[in-house]
């Protein structure tokens, strides 16, 4: 069973920043996509970030685009989530996730990942 901690989040001023890191183990994750989600009060939880096994490859959602970086430490097996110039409107849970049924490419649906972190909370305060 692959288990997923996040860790980072925190309170934050608007145009702030924040690195959101989630450490795996108990499985191997090397050679599966992961990505960052997050999920507002009253909100659908939305991608925000996802990167392939070997951080060549990456997508990010227009809502942070230019302004998120997500990168990965496969000797860690971690990844990362740096956010900058940080919006009330980034406030939320962010989630990290793998789909682990998946080798060497990409996934972009919540429903496809197989295994989730508990979450970090981000806020963001105007």
């Known amino acids: 069973q692959v288990q997923l901690v996040e860790s980072g989040g925190g309170l934050v001023q608007a145009g702030g920043s924040l690195r959101l890191s989630c450490a795996a183990s108990g499985g191997a994750v090397n050679e599966s996509p992961m990505g960052w989600f997050r999920q507002a009060p009253g909100k659908e939880r939305e991608l925000v970030a996802t990167i392939n096994w070997n951080g060549g490859s990456t997508y990010y959602s227009d809502s942070v685009k230019g302004r998120a970086t997500i990168s990965r430490d496969i000797t860690r097996d971690t990844i990362y989530l740096q956010m900058n110039s940080l919006k009330p409107e980034d406030t939320a849970v962010y989630y990290c996730?793998?789909?682990?049924?998946?080798?060497?490419?990409?996934?972009?649906?919540?429903?496809?990942?197989?295994?989730w972190g508990q979450g970090t909370q981000v806020t963001v305060s105007s």
């Open positions: 996730a793998v789909d682990t049924r998946t080798h060497f490419g990409m996934t972009y649906y919540a429903p496809e990942y197989d295994y």
